[in-house]
Protein backbone atom coordinates (compact mmCIF):
# COMPACT_ATOMS: atom_id res chain seq x y z
CA UNK A 1 0.00 0.00 0.00
CA UNK A 2 1.28 3.87 -0.60
CA UNK A 3 2.41 4.88 2.08
CA UNK A 4 1.15 8.60 1.34
CA UNK A 5 -2.67 7.27 0.87
CA UNK A 6 -3.31 7.83 4.73
CA UNK A 7 -5.28 5.68 6.66
CA UNK A 8 -8.37 4.95 4.39
CA UNK A 9 -6.44 3.05 1.37
CA UNK A 10 -8.00 0.01 0.74
CA UNK A 11 -5.86 -2.99 0.22
CA UNK A 12 -5.46 -5.48 -3.06
CA UNK A 13 -4.98 -8.53 -2.25
CA UNK A 14 -1.69 -9.86 -4.15
CA UNK A 15 -1.64 -13.32 -6.15
CA UNK A 16 1.28 -15.85 -5.45
CA UNK A 17 3.73 -16.55 -8.03
CA UNK A 18 2.16 -19.97 -8.42
CA UNK A 19 -1.26 -18.65 -8.63
CA UNK A 20 0.03 -16.60 -11.29
CA UNK A 21 1.22 -18.66 -13.39
CA UNK A 22 -1.92 -21.09 -13.35
CA UNK A 23 -3.78 -18.29 -14.25
CA UNK A 24 -1.09 -17.30 -17.38
CA UNK A 25 -1.20 -20.92 -18.41
CA UNK A 26 -5.65 -21.07 -18.54
CA UNK A 27 -5.76 -17.72 -20.12
CA UNK A 28 -2.54 -19.56 -22.96
CA UNK A 29 -5.24 -22.50 -23.08
CA UNK A 30 -8.13 -20.27 -23.76
CA UNK A 31 -7.01 -18.63 -26.58
CA UNK A 32 -5.40 -21.34 -28.26
CA UNK A 33 -8.49 -23.08 -28.26
CA UNK A 34 -9.89 -20.12 -29.48
CA UNK A 35 -7.25 -20.00 -32.22
CA UNK A 36 -8.19 -23.45 -33.57
CA UNK A 37 -11.30 -22.65 -33.30
CA UNK A 38 -11.15 -19.58 -35.65
CA UNK A 39 -9.23 -21.92 -37.94
CA UNK A 40 -11.89 -24.86 -37.63
CA UNK A 41 -14.76 -22.38 -38.98
CA UNK A 42 -12.32 -20.98 -41.94
CA UNK A 43 -11.66 -24.75 -43.31
CA UNK A 44 -15.46 -25.87 -42.75
CA UNK A 45 -16.22 -22.52 -44.20
CA UNK A 46 -13.85 -23.33 -47.74
CA UNK A 47 -15.06 -27.09 -47.42
CA UNK A 48 -18.86 -26.08 -47.33
CA UNK A 49 -17.91 -23.51 -50.67
CA UNK A 50 -16.26 -26.33 -52.33
CA UNK A 51 -18.94 -28.51 -51.88
CA UNK A 52 -21.43 -25.70 -52.89
CA UNK A 53 -19.30 -25.42 -56.41
CA UNK A 54 -19.49 -29.15 -56.38
CA UNK A 55 -22.67 -29.70 -56.62
CA UNK A 56 -23.21 -27.21 -59.25
CA UNK A 57 -20.81 -28.54 -61.08
CA UNK A 58 -22.96 -32.41 -61.48
CA UNK A 59 -25.92 -29.94 -61.68
CA UNK A 60 -24.58 -28.66 -65.00
CA UNK A 61 -23.36 -31.80 -66.33
CA UNK A 62 -26.22 -33.33 -65.65
CA UNK A 63 -28.39 -30.69 -67.79
CA UNK A 64 -25.82 -30.90 -70.42
CA UNK A 65 -25.70 -34.60 -70.56
CA UNK A 66 -29.54 -34.80 -70.89
CA UNK A 67 -29.49 -31.79 -73.76
CA UNK A 68 -27.35 -33.72 -75.52
CA UNK A 69 -29.58 -36.62 -75.45
CA UNK A 70 -32.56 -34.91 -76.90
CA UNK A 71 -30.16 -33.60 -79.82
CA UNK A 72 -28.92 -37.53 -80.20
CA UNK A 73 -32.35 -38.46 -79.92
CA UNK A 74 -33.86 -35.81 -83.06
CA UNK A 75 -31.68 -37.10 -85.68
CA UNK A 76 -31.30 -40.35 -84.97
CA UNK A 77 -29.48 -42.60 -87.67
CA UNK A 78 -29.46 -46.46 -88.78
CA UNK A 79 -27.85 -48.55 -86.46
CA UNK A 80 -27.74 -52.22 -85.66
CA UNK A 81 -28.55 -52.31 -81.83
CA UNK A 82 -27.29 -54.88 -79.38
CA UNK A 83 -29.27 -57.40 -77.37
CA UNK A 84 -27.48 -55.60 -74.27
CA UNK A 85 -29.67 -53.96 -71.72
CA UNK A 86 -26.93 -53.01 -69.52
CA UNK A 87 -24.07 -51.62 -68.56
CA UNK A 88 -21.00 -53.65 -67.36
CA UNK A 89 -19.21 -50.43 -65.25
CA UNK A 90 -19.56 -51.03 -61.61
CA UNK A 91 -18.76 -48.28 -59.26
CA UNK A 92 -18.37 -47.98 -55.86
CA UNK A 93 -19.70 -45.55 -53.24
CA UNK A 94 -19.82 -45.42 -49.29
CA UNK A 95 -22.01 -47.71 -47.47
CA UNK A 96 -23.39 -44.99 -45.43
CA UNK A 97 -27.22 -45.13 -45.59
CA UNK A 98 -27.78 -41.53 -47.20
CA UNK A 99 -29.42 -41.06 -49.97
CA UNK A 100 -27.41 -39.55 -52.77
CA UNK A 101 -29.07 -37.67 -55.86
CA UNK A 102 -26.94 -38.77 -59.03
CA UNK A 103 -29.01 -41.05 -61.47
CA UNK A 104 -28.91 -44.87 -61.41
CA UNK A 105 -26.83 -44.81 -58.23
CA UNK A 106 -28.26 -46.70 -54.71
CA UNK A 107 -27.75 -45.70 -51.52
CA UNK A 108 -24.70 -47.54 -50.78
CA UNK A 109 -22.45 -50.54 -52.05
CA UNK A 110 -22.18 -51.07 -55.28
CA UNK A 111 -23.98 -49.45 -58.26
CA UNK A 112 -24.04 -51.06 -61.77
CA UNK A 113 -24.99 -47.74 -64.19
CA UNK A 114 -28.10 -48.81 -66.56
CA UNK A 115 -29.30 -45.14 -67.55
CA UNK A 116 -27.45 -44.90 -71.27
CA UNK A 117 -29.04 -47.14 -74.08
CA UNK A 118 -26.58 -49.19 -76.29
CA UNK A 119 -27.44 -46.52 -78.65
CA UNK A 120 -26.08 -43.48 -76.31
CA UNK A 121 -23.21 -45.59 -75.60
CA UNK A 122 -22.02 -46.03 -79.38
CA UNK A 123 -22.47 -42.24 -80.11
CA UNK A 124 -20.57 -41.34 -77.51
CA UNK A 125 -18.05 -43.97 -78.04
CA UNK A 126 -17.16 -42.57 -81.50
CA UNK A 127 -16.62 -38.89 -80.09
CA UNK A 128 -14.40 -40.15 -77.48
CA UNK A 129 -11.90 -42.03 -79.28
CA UNK A 130 -9.71 -39.04 -79.97
CA UNK A 131 -9.99 -38.38 -76.19
CA UNK A 132 -8.92 -42.02 -75.55
CA UNK A 133 -5.89 -41.71 -77.52
CA UNK A 134 -4.54 -38.65 -76.56
CA UNK A 135 -5.23 -39.35 -72.54
CA UNK A 136 -3.30 -42.82 -73.18
CA UNK A 137 -0.28 -40.97 -75.09
CA UNK A 138 -0.38 -38.73 -72.05
CA UNK A 139 -0.25 -41.71 -69.58
CA UNK A 140 2.53 -43.39 -71.30
CA UNK A 141 4.67 -40.03 -71.28
CA UNK A 142 4.56 -39.98 -67.58
CA UNK A 143 5.51 -43.33 -66.65
CA UNK A 144 8.48 -43.56 -68.97
CA UNK A 145 9.69 -40.04 -67.65
CA UNK A 146 9.15 -41.32 -63.77
CA UNK A 147 10.73 -44.42 -64.43
CA UNK A 148 13.81 -44.11 -66.50
CA UNK A 149 14.12 -47.65 -66.53
CA UNK A 150 15.28 -47.21 -70.37
CA UNK A 151 14.02 -49.15 -73.06
CA UNK A 152 10.52 -50.55 -72.57
CA UNK A 153 10.40 -54.44 -73.55
CA UNK A 154 8.10 -55.22 -75.75
CA UNK A 155 4.57 -57.04 -74.27
CA UNK A 156 4.83 -60.76 -74.31
CA UNK A 157 2.09 -62.99 -75.17
CA UNK A 158 2.74 -66.56 -74.42
CA UNK A 159 0.96 -69.43 -75.89
CA UNK A 160 -1.77 -71.20 -74.69
CA UNK A 161 0.53 -73.94 -73.39
CA UNK A 162 3.07 -72.07 -71.60
CA UNK A 163 1.10 -69.07 -70.35
CA UNK A 164 -0.12 -70.77 -66.83
CA UNK A 165 3.78 -71.24 -66.24
CA UNK A 166 5.19 -68.31 -67.41
CA UNK A 167 2.31 -66.30 -65.75
CA UNK A 168 3.81 -68.35 -62.28
CA UNK A 169 7.03 -67.33 -62.70
CA UNK A 170 6.45 -63.73 -63.56
CA UNK A 171 3.82 -63.60 -60.56
CA UNK A 172 6.92 -64.99 -57.90
CA UNK A 173 9.48 -62.02 -59.54
CA UNK A 174 6.46 -59.45 -58.98
CA UNK A 175 5.95 -60.32 -55.43
CA UNK A 176 10.08 -61.08 -54.92
CA UNK A 177 10.61 -57.22 -56.16
CA UNK A 178 7.91 -55.98 -54.30
CA UNK A 179 9.22 -56.83 -51.06
CA UNK A 180 12.79 -54.90 -52.62
CA UNK A 181 13.84 -51.22 -52.13
CA UNK A 182 12.33 -48.12 -54.33
CA UNK A 183 14.34 -49.13 -57.15
CA UNK A 184 12.99 -52.73 -57.37
CA UNK A 185 9.60 -51.65 -56.68
CA UNK A 186 9.90 -49.73 -59.81
CA UNK A 187 11.18 -52.48 -61.82
CA UNK A 188 7.91 -54.78 -61.10
CA UNK A 189 5.81 -52.16 -61.91
CA UNK A 190 7.51 -52.09 -65.25
CA UNK A 191 7.66 -56.24 -65.50
CA UNK A 192 3.62 -56.06 -64.98
CA UNK A 193 2.99 -53.48 -67.07
CA UNK A 194 4.89 -54.95 -70.23
CA UNK A 195 2.68 -58.25 -69.68
CA UNK A 196 -0.65 -56.32 -69.11
CA UNK A 197 -1.58 -57.76 -72.90
CA UNK A 198 -0.90 -61.20 -72.06
CA UNK A 199 -2.62 -61.62 -68.78
CA UNK A 200 -5.12 -58.81 -68.82
CA UNK A 201 -7.48 -61.56 -67.65
CA UNK A 202 -5.67 -63.47 -64.88
CA UNK A 203 -7.09 -62.41 -61.51
CA UNK A 204 -3.52 -62.83 -59.42
CA UNK A 205 -1.92 -60.85 -62.14
CA UNK A 206 -4.17 -57.97 -61.69
CA UNK A 207 -4.59 -57.09 -57.72
CA UNK A 208 -0.75 -57.49 -58.23
CA UNK A 209 -0.47 -54.75 -61.01
CA UNK A 210 -2.96 -52.95 -59.01
CA UNK A 211 -0.13 -53.53 -55.83
CA UNK A 212 2.47 -52.01 -57.78
CA UNK A 213 0.87 -49.06 -58.41
CA UNK A 214 0.35 -48.44 -55.16
CA UNK A 215 4.03 -49.45 -54.66
CA UNK A 216 4.67 -46.25 -57.31
CA UNK A 217 2.71 -43.92 -54.86
CA UNK A 218 5.03 -44.73 -51.80
CA UNK A 219 8.55 -44.37 -54.20
CA UNK A 220 7.31 -41.08 -56.34
CA UNK A 221 7.68 -37.84 -54.77
CA UNK A 222 5.84 -35.72 -57.37
CA UNK A 223 1.83 -35.72 -55.76
CA UNK A 224 0.61 -35.21 -59.76
CA UNK A 225 2.12 -38.51 -60.44
CA UNK A 226 1.18 -40.35 -57.17
CA UNK A 227 -2.40 -38.95 -57.38
CA UNK A 228 -2.19 -40.27 -61.30
CA UNK A 229 -1.04 -44.34 -59.99
CA UNK A 230 -3.54 -44.17 -57.73
CA UNK A 231 -6.29 -43.62 -59.82
CA UNK A 232 -4.82 -46.06 -62.52
CA UNK A 233 -4.74 -49.05 -59.97
CA UNK A 234 -8.08 -47.94 -58.58
CA UNK A 235 -9.69 -48.35 -62.43
CA UNK A 236 -7.91 -51.60 -63.19
CA UNK A 237 -9.22 -52.67 -59.38
CA UNK A 238 -12.86 -51.75 -60.52
CA UNK A 239 -13.23 -53.44 -63.38
CA UNK A 240 -11.73 -56.97 -61.62
CA UNK A 241 -14.02 -56.57 -58.99
CA UNK A 242 -16.51 -57.04 -62.06
CA UNK A 243 -15.64 -60.62 -62.48
CA UNK A 244 -14.11 -61.52 -58.96
CA UNK A 245 -16.06 -60.02 -56.14
CA UNK A 246 -14.63 -62.48 -54.23
CA UNK A 247 -11.20 -61.63 -53.92
CA UNK A 248 -9.98 -60.58 -50.64
CA UNK A 249 -6.75 -59.58 -52.47
CA UNK A 250 -8.79 -57.36 -54.67
CA UNK A 251 -10.90 -56.09 -51.87
CA UNK A 252 -7.81 -55.22 -50.20
CA UNK A 253 -5.79 -53.60 -52.98
CA UNK A 254 -8.66 -51.63 -53.97
CA UNK A 255 -9.01 -50.07 -50.17
CA UNK A 256 -5.18 -49.48 -50.18
CA UNK A 257 -5.42 -46.93 -53.22
CA UNK A 258 -8.53 -45.20 -52.03
CA UNK A 259 -6.73 -43.93 -49.52
CA UNK A 260 -3.53 -43.08 -51.20
CA UNK A 261 -6.72 -41.39 -53.41
CA UNK A 262 -8.16 -39.73 -50.93
CA UNK A 263 -4.76 -37.74 -49.52
CA UNK A 264 -4.77 -35.91 -52.68
CA UNK A 265 -9.00 -34.64 -52.22
CA UNK A 266 -11.32 -32.33 -50.10
CA UNK A 267 -12.05 -32.79 -46.61
CA UNK A 268 -15.59 -34.58 -47.38
CA UNK A 269 -13.87 -36.63 -50.43
CA UNK A 270 -11.73 -37.89 -47.82
CA UNK A 271 -14.79 -38.97 -45.43
CA UNK A 272 -16.16 -40.49 -48.07
CA UNK A 273 -13.94 -42.34 -48.86
CA UNK A 274 -13.00 -43.84 -45.61
CA UNK A 275 -16.79 -45.19 -45.83
CA UNK A 276 -15.38 -47.26 -49.11
CA UNK A 277 -12.01 -47.93 -47.71
CA UNK A 278 -13.86 -49.68 -44.45
CA UNK A 279 -16.81 -51.42 -46.80
CA UNK A 280 -13.72 -53.30 -48.65
CA UNK A 281 -11.40 -53.88 -45.48
CA UNK A 282 -14.12 -55.82 -44.26
CA UNK A 283 -15.30 -57.72 -47.09
CA UNK A 284 -11.56 -58.70 -47.54
CA UNK A 285 -11.54 -59.83 -43.84
CA UNK A 286 -14.60 -61.70 -44.50
CA UNK A 287 -13.17 -63.69 -47.13
CA UNK A 288 -10.03 -64.14 -46.07
CA UNK A 289 -9.77 -63.67 -42.36
CA UNK A 290 -6.41 -64.96 -41.18
CA UNK A 291 -4.75 -62.28 -43.56
CA UNK A 292 -2.49 -59.69 -40.76
CA UNK A 293 -2.85 -57.12 -43.28
CA UNK A 294 -6.27 -56.50 -43.81
CA UNK A 295 -6.89 -57.01 -39.86
CA UNK A 296 -3.52 -54.09 -40.03
CA UNK A 297 -5.72 -51.78 -42.43
CA UNK A 298 -8.66 -52.12 -39.93
CA UNK A 299 -6.96 -50.76 -37.42
CA UNK A 300 -5.43 -47.64 -39.28
CA UNK A 301 -8.69 -47.09 -40.02
CA UNK A 302 -10.17 -47.20 -36.50
CA UNK A 303 -7.08 -44.92 -35.23
CA UNK A 304 -7.75 -42.07 -37.29
CA UNK A 305 -11.39 -42.35 -36.76
CA UNK A 306 -10.62 -42.33 -33.32
CA UNK A 307 -8.76 -39.27 -33.68
CA UNK A 308 -10.97 -37.03 -35.78
CA UNK A 309 -11.00 -33.49 -35.30
CA UNK A 310 -14.08 -31.07 -34.45
CA UNK A 311 -14.18 -30.13 -38.06
CA UNK A 312 -14.04 -33.66 -40.14
CA UNK A 313 -16.55 -34.77 -37.54
CA UNK A 314 -18.78 -32.31 -38.25
CA UNK A 315 -18.38 -32.68 -42.05
CA UNK A 316 -19.04 -36.57 -41.61
CA UNK A 317 -22.50 -35.72 -39.65
CA UNK A 318 -23.47 -33.09 -41.94
CA UNK A 319 -22.66 -35.30 -45.31
CA UNK A 320 -24.03 -38.80 -43.91
CA UNK A 321 -26.69 -39.66 -41.69
CA UNK A 322 -24.48 -42.12 -39.78
CA UNK A 323 -20.86 -40.91 -39.30
CA UNK A 324 -18.09 -43.29 -38.86
CA UNK A 325 -17.33 -44.22 -35.37
CA UNK A 326 -14.54 -45.86 -33.54
CA UNK A 327 -12.19 -46.35 -30.43
CA UNK A 328 -8.44 -46.18 -29.36
CA UNK A 329 -9.66 -49.99 -27.90
CA UNK A 330 -11.22 -50.67 -31.48
CA UNK A 331 -7.88 -49.92 -33.38
CA UNK A 332 -5.31 -51.90 -30.62
CA UNK A 333 -7.99 -55.16 -31.41
CA UNK A 334 -6.82 -55.21 -34.60
CA UNK A 335 -3.16 -54.40 -34.43
CA UNK A 336 -2.97 -57.16 -31.92
CA UNK A 337 -4.90 -59.46 -34.00
CA UNK A 338 -2.29 -58.48 -36.40
CA UNK A 339 0.42 -59.76 -33.98
CA UNK A 340 -1.46 -62.87 -33.44
CA UNK A 341 -1.78 -63.73 -36.85
CA UNK A 342 1.71 -62.81 -38.21
CA UNK A 343 4.37 -61.72 -35.10
CA UNK A 344 6.38 -59.18 -36.58
CA UNK A 345 4.45 -58.06 -39.26
CA UNK A 346 5.65 -54.45 -39.44
CA UNK A 347 7.08 -51.56 -36.89
CA UNK A 348 4.81 -49.91 -37.56
CA UNK A 349 2.21 -52.20 -36.23
CA UNK A 350 3.89 -52.14 -33.06
CA UNK A 351 4.16 -48.46 -33.13
CA UNK A 352 0.22 -48.20 -33.18
CA UNK A 353 -0.01 -50.98 -30.88
CA UNK A 354 2.28 -48.39 -28.10
CA UNK A 355 0.43 -45.57 -29.02
CA UNK A 356 -2.68 -47.07 -28.27
CA UNK A 357 -1.71 -48.15 -25.01
CA UNK A 358 0.03 -45.00 -23.64
CA UNK A 359 -3.39 -43.51 -24.56
CA UNK A 360 -5.53 -45.74 -22.71
CA UNK A 361 -3.03 -44.86 -19.82
CA UNK A 362 -1.13 -48.45 -19.84
CA UNK A 363 2.65 -46.80 -19.59
CA UNK A 364 4.18 -50.11 -18.89
CA UNK A 365 2.65 -51.84 -22.28
CA UNK A 366 3.32 -48.58 -23.83
CA UNK A 367 6.83 -49.22 -23.22
CA UNK A 368 7.03 -52.95 -23.51
CA UNK A 369 5.89 -52.80 -27.11
CA UNK A 370 8.51 -49.50 -27.63
CA UNK A 371 11.23 -51.99 -26.93
CA UNK A 372 9.80 -54.71 -29.20
CA UNK A 373 9.16 -51.94 -32.06
CA UNK A 374 12.79 -51.07 -31.65
CA UNK A 375 13.85 -54.48 -32.47
CA UNK A 376 11.97 -54.46 -35.83
CA UNK A 377 13.81 -52.89 -39.36
CA UNK A 378 12.52 -49.96 -40.87
CA UNK A 379 11.53 -51.93 -44.44
CA UNK A 380 8.85 -49.02 -45.60
CA UNK A 381 8.42 -45.84 -45.96
CA UNK A 382 5.82 -46.18 -43.39
CA UNK A 383 8.06 -48.02 -40.61
CA UNK A 384 10.50 -45.07 -41.51
CA UNK A 385 8.23 -42.78 -40.42
CA UNK A 386 7.10 -44.76 -37.39
CA UNK A 387 10.62 -45.00 -36.55
CA UNK A 388 10.90 -40.94 -35.87
CA UNK A 389 7.67 -41.54 -33.72
CA UNK A 390 8.88 -44.01 -31.48
CA UNK A 391 12.12 -42.02 -30.92
CA UNK A 392 9.73 -39.11 -29.59
CA UNK A 393 7.92 -41.73 -27.47
CA UNK A 394 10.83 -43.31 -26.41
CA UNK A 395 12.66 -39.67 -25.14
CA UNK A 396 9.19 -38.42 -23.96
CA UNK A 397 9.16 -41.53 -21.80
CA UNK A 398 12.40 -41.18 -20.35
CA UNK A 399 11.90 -37.51 -19.42
Same mark, same amino acid.
Given at each position: ????????????????????????????????????? @??????? @?????????????????????????? @??? %??? !?????????? =?????????????????????????????????????????????????????????????????????????????????? %?????????????? %?????????????????????????????????? !???? &??????????????????????????????? %?????????????? =????????????? &??????????????? =???????????????????????????????????????????????????????????? /?? !???????? =????????? /?? &?????????????????????????
Amino acid at each position: VDAGAGAGAELTPVLRHEQQVDVLERLDFVLGNILEL @RREVEEL @RSSLQGLAAEIVGQVRSHLEETQRGR @RRR %QFP !CARERSDSTG =SSSIYFTASSGAANGDDGESEGGYMTANAESDYDRDTERESEEGEDAVSSDAVGTTRRGSLQLGTEAEPRVPSDSGQEEGLG %QLLQQADRLHCGDA %QEKREGFQLLLNNKLAYAEQKDFLWRLARAHSDM !CEVT &EDADEKRTYALEGKEDLEAALQKWDQSAECH %QWYAVLCGQLAEHE =SIQKRIQTGYIFK &EHVDKAIELKPEDPK =SHYLLGRWCYEVSHLGWLEKRTAAALFETPPSATVEDALQSFLRVEELNPGFSKAGRVYI /AK !CYRELGNN =SAAALWMNL /AS &ELPAGTREDAESERELEEMQSSLVE
